[in-house]
C-alpha cells in the first residue's frame, strides 16, 4: 500500500462548539468511515474534507502539512458524491456523465471512451438511457459515483449511507491508490474494506478504531431480541449461558451477549432442551453512544488518535 | 496538470435545460405578454411607438423570463451538484446562465432594429450600445433584487418597466429617466427620432454600458456563490 498523504487537516475545528482540533491525514489506499447521524459532526466534516463547505477553524491541505489548501469548489482530485443527489428533470444517465465528463476536462473522444468503461464498472449500462430522477434510490447514488470517477479523483468523498453494491467499488478504487472517506449514520452501512472508523458525536470525532476493534466492541453490545413458540418461562431463559440484561419484551426477550454465534448456539440448544421452536431471531447493533459509553470516553476527550498509535514518520 | 472544462458542451448542456424550465412555466408567457401590455394599457402606454416600445420589452422581460426563479431552483442546484467540482466548472455554469437570458434579450432588439432601419436611415451607435447592454442590465437586475429582496424585488422590476410608459410631469426628468433601467432603449429611440427629452443618447449609451458591465459583475458572483453544495457552510 502506497503510504503517501492524499489529504491532512490542519487543526481543524468543524462546528463551533468542536472542543479539540482534528488533525487527520488520509493515506493513499485507505478508508476512513465517519460513523454518526444526521445530528452529528459526520456529514459536515465530510463537507469540509470535500471543499464543500468552511470549517469552523482550521484547514484542509491537499496532500501532507506542506500541501495547498483545498479551497472551496476548488477540489479538483477531490470528488464529493451527496447523499441527495439529483438532476433536471428528463436529463437521461449518459447525459448527466457527458456533462461530468465536460466539467472534468474531457474532450468528447476522450469522454466517449471513459463513459462506458465507467458505466461497465458500476453496473450501469442498462441504465444509460434512463432519466436519473427516476433511477431507484442505490441506482441514482451508483449514478453520482459514477460521474465523480470521471474526473479520476484521487479522494472520494462520500455522504452516505451508500449502497452495498458499491462497497466492492470503493475497495477497488483503493486498491489503485486513491482514498475514500465515507460518511455513514449506522454500523450496518459500513464497509468491510474500511480501515479506519471515526465515531462522531454532535460537535467532533470522539474516538478513531480499527475496523476489528469495532467489531469486537459492537459483538460485545448487540442486543438480541428472540421469541419463542410457545413463550419461554423467563427463569428459563435467564439459564442461558453468557445472556445479560434479559429483558423481557412482547411475544419474548431481549439480551446482550458476549458472541453472536455462541448466543444463537446456546438459543438454539435451549429451545430443543425445552421442546421449543424459535419463533423469531433480530440482531440489533448497538447505537454510537452506546459504543462511546462503553469505551467509557466521558473520561477521556482527549485528542483523537487517528493512526491508531502507529508511528507513520510524516 | 489541470484539465479545462468542456465549456462549449457545458454552455449547450445549460442552455437547454435552462430553456426548458422557462418555456414550460406559465410565469413566462405572464412576463413576456402580460408585462409589455400591462405597460400598453396604462395612461399613456397606447401613445408610445410600436417599435421602440417593442425594443424596450423585450430587452428587458426576456432575459428576466428566463433568468427569475433561475437561481433558487431544483434544475439550476441540480447542475450546480454535478458542475461545481471545479471552480471552472461553476465558472462555466454561470457565464452559461448569464448569457441565454442575455442572448435572448440582444437578438430580438437587434433583429426589430436591423427591419426598423431597412430601407431608410439606420440607427445611430447609441440605439444599438442600449439595445445590446440593457438585457445584461435586466437579468443582472432581476438577480440582483431576486437575491436581496425575494418577491419585492420583482415587484421593483416590474415597477420599473411600467414606469417609462408614466406620463406625469416628473417622468420627463434627467434624474428619472437615469434611475429608471428599463427605459433606456425606448427613450434612445426617441432621442434619435428627434422626439427629443431630457437627454442626450450618449448619456443613455454611457449608462448602459456602466450598468450593464457593473451589475453583471455583481450578479456573477452572486451567481457564482449559490448552490446547495457550495453554499453550506458550517
Known sequence: MDSSVLLSTDELRVRD?????????????????????PDTVAGDLCRVLAGRSSPFSGRVLLGDGN???????????????????????????LQHLELSAAAAGHRRKRAGEMIPQV???????????????????????????????????????????????????????????????????GLEFIPRSADRIALCDVNEVRRILRFGELASTAARLMRLRVRFFPALPRDVMESLPGARDIVAVSGGFEFVHG???????????????????????????????????????????????????????? | MRRRPGYLRITLSVFRWMFQRAVSREYFSW?????????????????????P??????????????????AGSEDRTSLSDILSGSMAGRSALVLAEMALPALAGALPAVILLLSGSSGGEGYPWQVWTVAVFSPLTALSSVVLL?????????????????????????????????????????????????????????????????EGVGLSILAFRVLLGNGRVGSSSS
Open chain 2, 146 to 210: 431576486e437575491r436581496y429582496f425575494g418577491l419585492s424585488g420583482y415587484l421593483a422590476g416590474l415597477a420599473g418597466f411600467l414606469a417609462q410608459a408614466s406620463t406625469v410631469s416628473w417622468a420627463g426628468t434627467g434624474v428619472f429617466r437615469i434611475l429608471v433601467l428599463q427605459g433606456y432603449p425606448l427613450w434612445t429611440m426617441e432621442w434619435a427620432a428627434g422626439s427629443g427629452g431630457p437627454l442626450h443618447g450618449d448619456v443613455y449609451a454611457f449608462f448602459a454600458v456602466l
Open chain 1, 67 to 93: 500541501g495547498q489548501p483545498l479551497e472551496k469548489g476548488a477540489g479538483a482530485n477531490v470528488q464529493y458524491v451527496p447523499e441527495d443527489f439529483t438532476c433536471p428533470p428528463g436529463m437521461t444517465l
Open chain 1, 259 to 314: 458472541g453472536l454465534s455462541a448466543a444463537v448456539t446456546n438459543l438454539v440448544s435451549l429451545a430443543r432442551a425445552n421442546s421449543r421452536q424459535i419463533a423469531g431471531l433480530e440482531v440489533r447493533p448497538p447505537s454510537i453512544k452506546a459504543i462511546l459509553n462503553h469505551l467509557n470516553l466521558d473520561e477521556d476527550t482527549g485528542e483523537a488518535d487517528l493512526f491508531c498509535g502507529e508511528d507513520l514518520g510524516i
Open chain 1, 119 to 185: 458505466l461497465e464498472w458500476c453496473s450501469l449500462e442498462d441504465f444509460a438511457n434512463s432519466r436519473v430522477r427516476r433511477l431507484p434510490g442505490g441506482t441514482r447514488y451508483m449514478a453520482a459515483f459514477a460521474a465523480a470517477c470521471l474526473s479520476i479523483p484521487s479522494v472520494m468523498v462520500l455522504q452516505g449511507p451508500c449502497p452495498p453494491e458499491l462497497h466492492p467499488l470503493l475497495e477497488e478504487f483503493c486498491r489503485g491508490g486513491g482514498a475514500v472517506v465515507v460518511s455513514v449514520p
Open chain 1, 17 to 37: 462548539g468542536s472542543r479539540e482540533p482534528l488533525d487527520l491525514a488520509l493515506l493513499a489506499g485507505s478508508m476512513l468511515v465517519l460513523l454518526g447521524g
Open chain 2, 31 to 51: 412576463v413576456v405578454l402580460g408585462a409589455p401590455l400591462a405597460a400598453w394599457l396604462l395612461p399613456g402606454g397606447g401613445s408610445l411607438p410600436l417599435l
Open chain 2, 53 to 70: 416600445f417593442s425594443v424596450s420589452a423585450v430587452t428587458w422581460c426576456l432575459p428576466a423570463a428566463f433568468i427569475a426563479g433561475w
